[in-house]
């Protein structure tokens, strides 16, 4: 079996309040994540909203046709000296719709995509045949900008469905880029994946992760626990505008503030909160402002 060697996840044994440093950092990823959601024609030139909050990145692929393909740019960005791929996401209302019916069916990974990995490792159906389209074209990408610009740096960022695509993508590149390369993914709003092998492997494999749920956001409680589906660790929750915590575990933290607690089903959710704000910022189709 092919095995990558990264460094575990320093865990978070406990609930722990996030600084305003913290919460600061993460702006430009959020930029990133709500620019997935402009035209290719925009995001080309990087003229855009969230595209102004991040200058100076350099966009070399932008795909997709927001239908049968969601759309993904793949760029540099010299600040932090690392290759940077995002996945625009979905209407919450359709991805919910989605998620709760009872057919949700998961699959193993695709051998010639995630190679050496066990069949007990399955996914979400839709999530990998969506990832599948633009897999090779983007990981053709990736290395031609690794090469092009000597880093050994990638960053997976997406929300909502293209949340799913990026923890997707953080495994597809660490298990085929060099073992050496820092794998970095920051996803809003992501539904559940895949199952507790799928975390597991997961959480041994990207030691650098976090996916931020906002306040009473349903979309992170779906698919159910009870079909099987588990979250990876690196849970952040906005609790409120300028309050949030990291949570300990994959999905199993006890603590009030956490989201598997907050939200116990969809009945006391609000959809709404999907779409932000992630600390004054809205990400979704009418945001790419």
């Known amino acids: 079996m092919h095995k990558i060697m990264f460094p575990f996840r320093v865990d978070v044994s406990v609930v722990t309040q996030m600084t305003s440093i913290q919460l600061a950092d993460l702006k430009p990823y959020t930029e990133f994540a709500r620019a997935a959601y402009c035209s290719p024609a925009i995001v080309t030139g990087w003229n855009c909203g969230p595209c102004e909050a991040v200058p100076g990145f350099e966009v070399s692929l932008t795909g997709g046709d927001s239908d049968n393909i969601q ?64 897999a090779s074209i983007i990981l053709k990408e990736v290395k031609n900008l690794i090469s092009q610009y000597n880093t050994n740096s990638v960053t997976l960022v997406g929300h909502s469905l293209g949340g799913a695509l990026a923890e997707l993508d953080c495994v597809f590149m660490a298990l085929n880029l060099p073992p050496s390369t820092a794998i970095k993914g920051v996803t809003y709003g992501t539904p559940r994946v895949g199952n507790t092998a799928w975390a597991a492997l997961f959480d041994s494999l990207i030691s650098d992760f976090q996916r931020i749920n906002n306040e009473k956001d349903i979309v992170p409680i779906v698919p159910g626990r009870f079909m099987g589906f588990s979250h990876v660790q690196g849970e952040v929750h906005i609790v409120s505008d300028g309050y949030a915590v990291q949570c300990p575990g994959d999905d199993d933290a006890t603590d009030s503030l956490c989201t598997i607690q907050s939200v116990p089903d969809i009945l006391v959710g609000d959809l709404l909160n999907h779409l932000g704000p992630y600390q004054g910022i809205y990400i979704g189709t009418i945001y790419c402002t």
Do not use: K
């Open 71 to 134: 759309y993904y740019y793949v760029g540099y960005w010299p600040t932090e000296n690392t290759v940077v791929v995002a996945h625009e996401g979905t209407d919450p209302t359709q991805l919910l719709s989605d998620l709760t019916d009872g057919n949700v069916l998961m699959e193993p990974l695709d051998p010639m995509l995630f190679p050496g990995i066990d069949n007990s490792v399955e996914v979400h159906s839709g999530f990998a045949n969506e990832h599948a389209l633009t």
